[in-house]
T-cell receptor, first 113, second 116 residues
Framework: DGGITQSPKYLFRKEGQNVTLSCEQN?????MYWYRQDPGQGLRLIYY???????QKGDIAEGYSVSREKKESFPLTVTSAQKNPTAFYLC????????????FGAGSRLTVL | SQKIEQNSEALNIQEGKTATLTCNYT??????LQWYRQDPGRGPVFLLL?????KEKRKERLKVTFDTTLKQSLFHITASQPADSATYLCALDWGMTTDSWGKLQFGAGTQVVVTP
């Protein structure tokens, strides 16, 4: 079945540590995205990538980094510079025709201890 | 900056009734307006989209309207069922323009609770 796989589902991190969230898709989509979701707020865009080896900052990129070395993969690193990293992180992908209909992964919940 | 407002209070509704959710936005009308469903601890799932030149769109028990004059979309779930209980998100989509490529803007969502 085609879809997006995020891992891990739950992650605990100590302050000062970097962590990397994995996102893999087999939908052959060109575009991939990372969103952050906090209670009572809409999804906020962290980074997005339209093609391999290219990505752009979203609205809240500070303290995060990404790479897009393969079409299928778009990992997100939450660095120690991110001041409030505890959140639910969602990866999504979309084709490039017409509307930007997103397919989301199941999410990764990061908790900083 | 663009703002999107959805009812923050949960909508409690009896099974069989119609649930109506609102999505209001400011500034510019998007090329498309999308609706997603999100269950607790899961990623959103796409339900419907409506284009700026469409007034109404239906899919099974779901109906979406889009009024660019009022800057509002309404989302209806008819003959609601307990399985419809979830949070529903609206998203503004400006389509494949250079500046907005892939950058949907989401509302915070409205929780719907359908009781038997």
């Amino acid at each position: 079945d085609g879809g997006i796989t995020q891992s891990p589902k739950y992650l605990f991190r100590k302050e000062g540590q970097n962590v990397t969230l994995s996102c893999e898709q087999n939908l052959n989509h060109d575009a991939m995205y990372w969103y952050r979701q906090d209670p009572g707020q809409g999804l906020r865009l962290i980074y997005y990538s339209q093609i391999v080896n290219d990505f752009q900052k979203g609205d809240i990129a500070e303290g995060y980094s990404v790479s897009r070395e393969k079409k299928e993969s778009f990992p997100l690193t939450v660095t120690s510079a991110q001041k409030n990293p505890t959140a639910f992180y969602l990866c999504a992908s979309a084709g490039t025709i017409g509307a930007n209909v997103l397919t989301f992964g199941a999410g990764s919940r990061l908790t900083v201890l | 900056s663009q703002k999107i407002e959805q009812n923050s209070e949960a909508l409690n509704i009896q099974e069989g009734k119609t649930a109506t959710l609102t999505c209001n936005y400011t500034n510019y009308s998007p090329a498309y307006l999308q609706w997603y469903r999100q269950d607790p601890g899961r990623g959103p799932v796409f339900l419907l989209l409506i284009r700026e030149n469409e007034k109404e769109k239906r899919k099974e028990r779901l109906k979406v309207t889009f009024d660019t004059t009022l800057k509002q979309s309404l989302f209806h779930i008819t003959a609601s069922q307990p399985a419809d209980s979830a949070t529903y998100l609206c998203a503004l989509d400006w389509g494949m323009t250079t500046d907005s490529w892939g950058k949907l803007q989401f509302g915070a969502g409205t929780q719907v609770v359908v009781t038997p």
